[in-house]
């Protein structure tokens, strides 16, 4: 891979950790609305909120260097009936602007809490679409390798390990900025994070499973899909095994440190800034093994014909 073929890994992986970041931001806002002032609950997730949207831009952005004229990209919607790639520049689009429009309803209050709840799902909607459009772009019958349900299944697991993980880190984050500022309520932050904590272990050993489920399943299948299959295999088993042993043993151990930190928080009853270290490890192996997922996923694919 190239200088330029990095800024398709920087804007996939910085999308789906936006997507699956606000996806999971909402499914805990549904938990807790029993159990706490949403309006509560909105002050602790606004700054959030407003992290994936400079994460969601910083993905654009690193999307345009991929081009060789990024002035134009906006013309690649007018195929938007019969183009994924076209739907994708659509609802990534969409996705930035009412996630956006959502900070600013939390921030400055400017909504009833049924209409953010509504507009927060409306947002995670169209962050999910895009995924799903993103994964879709990449198969086609000249790309043996990518063009199977393994590809789609594969972005929608990233997108919840990466999700989960950097919520995790906010709220740890938070917490700990919250101890250094005034006027700044820290109990509320570390009554989210414990119960948070074992629903973030629950998604993030799930999307374990089933990430190096599809690993093995790939394996097992490329030999059987024909000649450009077959190299892309000795690709993977030779030229590139040791990264392959690398992004499995990172993200076993990302995930295997997170269930520990949870076990020891709600457990052991330990103090959660006492374990934001370990959190940033986890955090930082699990980014580590998308990555090298993501250059395993363009470095060993081959073409069929022209």
């Known amino acids: 891979m190239n200088l330029r073929e990095w ?3 920087l804007y996939t992986i910085l999308i789906q950790l936006s997507a699956g970041s606000l996806v999971i931001l909402c499914l805990l806002r549904l938990i807790m609305r029993k159990k706490y002032r949403l309006i509560e609950v909105d002050e602790v997730f606004s700054p959030y909120i407003f992290v994936i949207v400079i994460t969601i831009f910083a993905g654009i952005l690193g999307a345009h260097f991929h081009l060789s004229r990024p002035s134009m990209s906006f013309q690649t919607i007018r195929n938007f009936q019969y183009s994924w790639l076209s739907r994708e520049v659509f ?8 996630t956006f429009s959502l900070w600013l309803f939390c921030q400055f209050n400017l909504a009833t809490e049924n209409r953010k709840r509504i507009f927060g799902w409306f947002a995670s909607s169209f962050g999910l679409i895009t995924v799903y459009c993103m994964a879709r772009v990449y198969l086609l019958p000249t790309q043996v390798v990518w063009n199977a349900f393994t590809t789609v299944v594969s972005f929608f697991a990233s997108m919840f390990v990466l999700g989960t993980v950097a919520v995790a880190t906010f709220m740890t984050m938070d917490i700990r900025f919250s101890e250094l500022v005034e006027n700044r309520p820290v109990e ?22 089933i990430s190096i489920s599809l690993v093995g399943y790939q394996i097992l299948t490329m030999t059987q899909l024909g000649s450009t299959a077959e190299v892309s295999y000795e690709l993977l088993m030779g030229l590139y095994q040791s990264l392959l042993i690398l992004r499995i043993a990172v993200m076993v151990l990302g995930i295997g440190i997170f269930i520990k930190i949870v076990r020891d928080i709600i457990v052991r009853e330990r103090r959660i800034q006492d374990q934001m270290n370990l959190v940033y490890i986890a955090c930082l192996l699990l980014v580590i093994g998308e990555i090298t997922n993501r250059f395993l996923f363009y470095a060993t694919h081959v073409r069929v014909g022209i």
């Open 7 to 9: 800024a398709l890994p």
């Open 91 to 98: 609802f990534t689009a969409s996705f930035a602007f009412t």
């Open 188 to 209: 509320i932050r570390e009554q989210l994070f414990k119960s948070s904590a074992k629903q973030f272990a629950v998604v993030l050993a799930a999307g374990g499973i």
